[in-house]
């Protein structure tokens, strides 16, 4: 019971600073409702952990703390590739911008050679 009180509290504070993010535009109408939706079924799943059970047979899997496993192991696996991906798109936005400041640079140091030599 104590677990349940904690875990309760704890979605709570969660999702009081999701909607303070979400109003200081911090996160996008999508991100808002995804981690709303999250932070309500973890509240739900522990105040009525029968529940994930009956989903999980649903499902065909025989416990719900396998289904929380097995969904977790999804969840983290998609964050993975999505944070490569933003990698990926930040060294290739970095290279652009190096490439564009140094083709500058030498513009720049060739106008200053030749008002030099005349």
């Known amino acids: 019971m104590l677990i349940q009180i904690l875990a309760i509290l704890f979605c709570l504070f969660a999702l009081w600073r999701v909607v303070a993010k979400y109003r200081r535009q911090e996160l996008k109408p999508s ?4 981690w709303l939706v999250f932070w309500i079924a973890v509240g739900v799943a522990f105040v009525t952990p029968s529940s994930l059970t009956y989903l999980a047979n649903l499902l065909g899997i025989g416990r719900g703390t396998d289904l ?3 969904v977790a192991v999804v969840v983290v696996f998609y964050l993975m590739f ?3 991906v933003r990698l990926e798109k930040m060294e290739h936005d970095i290279t652009k911008v190096v490439r564009r400041n140094s083709i500058e640079e030498a ?6 050679q030749e008002t030099r030599n005349k």
Do not use: Q
């Open 31 to 34: 991100e808002f409702a995804m």
């Open 68 to 70: 929380v496993l097995y």
């Open 82 to 84: 999505r944070i490569f």
């Open 107 to 112: 513009k720049t140091s060739s106008n200053i």
